[in-house]
């Protein structure tokens, strides 16, 4: 009976005794050596009943193994998570100064939606760690105001509203409105360190705290590029799915090719960067087996070849851009303003491209949209990259400014800093030699760390400003997750467990 009292609590989702809190830990251990730990502990499965599954895991695997039912493994995964969530809002509260947050929305197979907030810190050894904090089912319409509301709930169950110094989102007209709703509510760090401003919009307090996914500026920017060449490719991803959609196609032709999906253009870089090598054979082959159209000419021609050939070699700097940026575990902010530049740069080389001209005016329109004002984050970043400095910002001449701002001078807030502010430390700082290496073994934040007796206050900032990471992948890849914990198999897991096996997965 108890057991059944329990499996209904799982269903109804009334474990929850307070905020982040589930139902009271069973008196099952999770031994370290995995004697009582249940098959399928943070995969959602429960164990067949019969002996084949115990035998061979007996024999092949842990002697010790003892079958679990499903309401112990579920107690089980409940205790394992408290405890971890315990040990976390520790963590934060003790030893971390300030949390950058990111957030994106997820719509599953399973017909339900969730909302992910992910917590990027600096731990105590100036390493950068990131935690899953709250997945949480928004059933209504993404509204800002419903998304400010589950945002500010995970914040308030850690503790850390008046730790927050920035949070991440992408450009959704709705995250822009639910930042309006946070700012009074998640700016207590933020706004101890900022003036009072006499305008809005010299509120350095709120320009800091909403930062916009660079990697989803990207997309946009070179999604306004591919709709100017959609004929193209859509002649490539017929040839493609002609391919694909035959056993026997794909035997006489002894390869097959990935088709690109419409929410992720570099998809379509990958499409087309392992198709055109085999252009001459590929065409030969669509030129046999495939009708040709309605005008008698090929699905494939030598101008769709040189088109795909340009747009790969014009799309690789994206690629690796959104690659470089996209990275968890180190910071990315003090990459922006470089990156940037060498859009701006390559967007201007190929303007007067033959074939891409038209749509590289489309791109360039779309980038001076969101870059033409340089995020004041991302200065500062680049500043307290010691191998750069004041030095690298002003090293940027006109000619590399005239690349984003065409014939007019950079903006006086690109890099407003000046080491004659008068500030000791600043100033130590600012004019002492920089960092000469540039190899992928130097570390800021390690330098930080060595530099931190020398400048204690700008290293504090500079824990602030590093933290942020510019783009919402980490909560991106909480949805990978998801997606293989809630499916149409796992329909009647509760939101509550759903968030209990990813938050358990991504805190091992």
């Keep these: 009976m108890e057991d059944d009292a329990m499996d209904d609590d799982l269903r109804s989702g009334s474990l929850r005794t307070r905020p982040r809190m589930l139902g009271a830990s069973s008196s099952v251990t999770m031994d370290v050596d995995g004697v009582h730990e249940p098959y399928g502990h943070g995969h959602g499965e429960y164990i067949e009943e019969g002996t084949n599954l115990q ?15 499903r309401q112990t493994t579920a107690r089980d995964l409940i205790g394992l998570y408290n405890d971890r969530v315990e040990h976390l809002v520790a963590v934060l509260k003790n030893s971390i100064s300030s ?27 100036w390493c950068l760690e990131k935690r899953l904090l709250g997945l949480k089912p928004i059933e209504v319409a993404h509204t800002g105001a419903n998304i400010a509301e589950r945002v500010e709930m ?5 503790g850390i509203t008046d730790k927050i110094f920035a949070i991440v989102l992408d450009n959704a007209s709705s995250n822009k ?10 700016s207590g760090y933020i706004g101890s360190l900022m003036p009072k401003p006499a305008r809005n919009e010299d509120d350095l307090a ?17 999604k306004s590029c591919l709709k100017r060449l959609l004929p193209y490719l859509e002649d490539f991803r017929t040839a493609i799915t002609f391919l694909n959609s035959s056993n026997q196609r794909i035997a006489s032709y002894k390869q097959k090719f990935g088709v690109d999906i419409d929410v992720s253009w570099n998809s379509t870089y990958l499409m087309l960067k392992h198709l055109v090598p085999y252009q001459s054979t590929f065409s030969v082959w669509i030129e046999t087996n495939h009708p040709r159209k309605e005008d008698g000419s090929f699905l494939l021609t030598p101008n769709h070849w040189a088109v795909a050939e340009k747009l790969l070699s014009f799309l690789k700097l994206f690629y690796d851009s959104i690659v470089a940026l996209s990275g968890v575990y180190y910071p990315t902010s003090p990459l922006m303003l470089h990156h940037i530049l060498k859009i701006a740069r390559h967007l201007n080389a190929y303007e007067s491209h033959e074939l891409l001209r038209h749509a590289v005016v489309s791109m360039k329109t ?3 949209k969101y870059w ?4 004041i984050l991302y200065a500062f970043a680049f500043i307290l990259d010691p191998r750069a400095k004041m030095r690298g910002c002003f090293g940027m001449g006109t000619e590399e400014w005239g690349d984003i701002y065409g014939d007019e001078v950079a903006p006086n807030g690109a890099c407003a800093a000046s080491s004659s502010s008068g500030l000791s430390e600043l100033s130590s700082y600012l004019d002492s030699d920089t960092e000469v290496k540039f190899g992928p073994d130097f570390n800021i934040l390690n330098w930080w760390q060595r530099h931190n007796q020398t400048y204690p206050i700008l290293s504090i900032l500079a824990k602030d400003v590093l933290t942020v990471p510019v783009s919402t992948i980490s909560s991106e890849s909480t949805f990978s997750l998801a997606s293989r914990v809630l499916e149409e198999r796992r329909r009647r897991l509760t939101p509550d467990m759903v968030e209990v096996l990813s938050c ?3 805190h091992t």
């Design 366 to 368: 779309k980038f001076l």
């Design 206 to 222: 709120a320009v800091f705290l909403h930062q916009r996914c660079a990697c989803h500026i990207i997309n946009l920017i070179v």
């Design 504 to 506: 358990i997965k991504q």
């Design 177 to 186: 409105t639910a930042m309006d709703v946070l700012k009074p509510l998640l």
């Design 154 to 158: 995970v914040a308030s169950d850690y």
């Design 372 to 375: 033409r004002k340089i995020p």
């Design 55 to 69: 035998e061979y895991i007996t024999n092949a695997h842990n002697p010790k193994f003892v079958k679990s039912s």
């Design 99 to 125: 949390v950058a947050l990111t957030s994106d929305i997820w719509s599953g197979k399973a017909k339900e939606d969730y909302i992910s907030v992910v917590a990027h810190f600096v731990n105590s050894d």
